[in-house]
């Protein structure tokens, strides 16, 4: 074991997760950024993307069914769903799980992470192969605003807000979303962590509640993710998380392992000092 | 900084969490543990207890509130309380900022982990010092044997189940417990995280529900913990944790960063995959 190496993603100065890397399945630089798969005998399967965990065969579907549900269960037939970023394909595997869903359309900068989640992410990957998938490579800035009016749902699934993902957490993109989305659509994100990342979500929340009418904040624990306390943003013009939503249709979703209709509602509820740093209309916004 | 060294409580073989120490302020073995107190850039004071983290300073508010509060909270008028370890004070302090409450006795074993803490983590120590606290050095399992028809609420705050804390988490202790209590009174405990102990964490719920007709696991996330994850046990002969519940009195406890009644409410909401490994009564607890 002695000569086996180990990663440790900071989350901040003094602290940080450490992993052993018991097997490197993947170690390549993508014209976009640095891709990492490995191993370990704890976790499973664990994608890097620029040194930070994007993923672990042990706690995705923490994140994955987290990020989808929600959204698509406030929604109340929610057929067009666009995921930005998102290519390993884990966030389309539990949206095709809605049988509403006609079309679930995939738009990933970054084919190599597609391929290797092909080969190496099996338990992700499979949501690219489900009939309803639509897989488009390419940037999903220009994409979306190209198809404005299309969608009941989008999903942005990106990397961190540095690097060439960040125009995903700016209002111009926003705008954007706001114009592919039909009357009554929802816009989802995955939004960091307060915990150590504060400066970057408070403006997070701060450029959605300029674009959007209704932000509301909710979360997961995801413990291999960075202060392991993880937050999604719902955004909409026109609908709030609650009246469309319909119990007995998400008690329907079939292979969950950590969603459920009560946790939805149960994700909403905040702690305190993730209150104080958003909204008004965000507090108001428990479940 | 190269010269510092860092600490890693491991989670599992391949994994852990790790913490830089910027100065030893405490280190030393007791008639009970080994017991080391450091300062860390990020997240402040840690206290280790046989190189397990107890508390750090940024994220105690989480344990220490969520492990009082509801508890306190489903009794309608909680006015004799036994704190059963505790000896870094953070659970009286929360104990005594309930109104009700005349007395909260904390029996701890191991004295110098209370004179280490009145040194080094005034945060928490401060509340052996309220009016309202009593402070027993002792064997728990002795004293609570000895008093038997005393408390409202007993509060278990101890070590993992490994070593001289085992006893507080087995029958025999638990039917003592039961003992202490007045009518409709609740035992509540500190249970692991199910996430990389689930022998344990399975072997006290069975425990438990041996012993306690009403028995519910809620769950926060402490991100310094190992899998960040973790649980409590509610336990109770004649009370559960809802028909007394006041959502108006919940709101009234001062000085909170992580508890309200709504997080109340939601905690008791598990994640699908720490449903299964719980009786059906667990299930039903849902809030």
Not at 81 to 86: D, H, T
Not at 158 to 168: C, M, N
Request: proline share 6%.
């Amino acid at each position: 074991m002695s000569d086996r190496k180990w990663f440790t993603e900071f989350e901040g100065p003094g602290h940080g997760r450490t992993l052993r890397i018991d097997e490197v399945l993947v170690d390549v630089t993508t014209p976009f950024q640095k891709l990492k798969i490995f191993e370990n005998e704890s976790v499973g399967r664990v994608m890097l993307l620029d040194d930070a965990v994007m993923l672990t065969q042990r706690d995705e579907h923490i994140y994955h069914e987290m990020l989808v549900h929600p959204a698509l269960l406030a929604h109340p037939e929610p057929k067009d769903v666009l995921v930005v970023g998102g290519g390993d394909g884990g966030t389309l595997r539990e949206v095709v799980k809605h049988p509403s869903v006609v079309r679930a359309v995939q738009c990933e900068i970054d084919v190599e992470v597609m391929s290797y989640s092909r080969e190496f992410l099996p338990f992700t990957a499979c949501g690219m192969d489900h009939p309803k998938a639509e897989v488009v490579v390419g940037d999903a800035i220009e994409y979306i605003r190209g198809h404005q009016d299309s969608f009941d749902v989008v999903i942005v699934d990106s990397t961190d807000p540095v690097g060439f993902a960040e125009g995903l957490f700016r209002g111009p993109f926003y705008d954007d979303v706001k114009r592919s989305l039909r009357a009554g659509g929802v816009m989802v994100q995955q939004t960091e962590s307060p915990l150590f990342e504060r400066v970057w979500w408070n403006r997070i929340y701060d450029e959605l509640h300029q674009s959007f009418t209704n932000v509301h904040c909710y979360w997961a624990v995801i413990p291999m993710y960075p202060g392991s306390f993880w937050t999604f943003g719902f955004a909409s013009m026109d609908r709030d998380p609650w009246g469309a939503f319909d119990e007995a249709r998400g008690a329907k979703v079939p292979d969950l392992k950590y969603y459920s209709p009560k946790m939805q509602q149960a994700a909403f509820v905040l702690p305190r000092w993730a209150h104080r740093q958003v909204s008004l209309s965000q507090e108001e916004g428990g479940g």
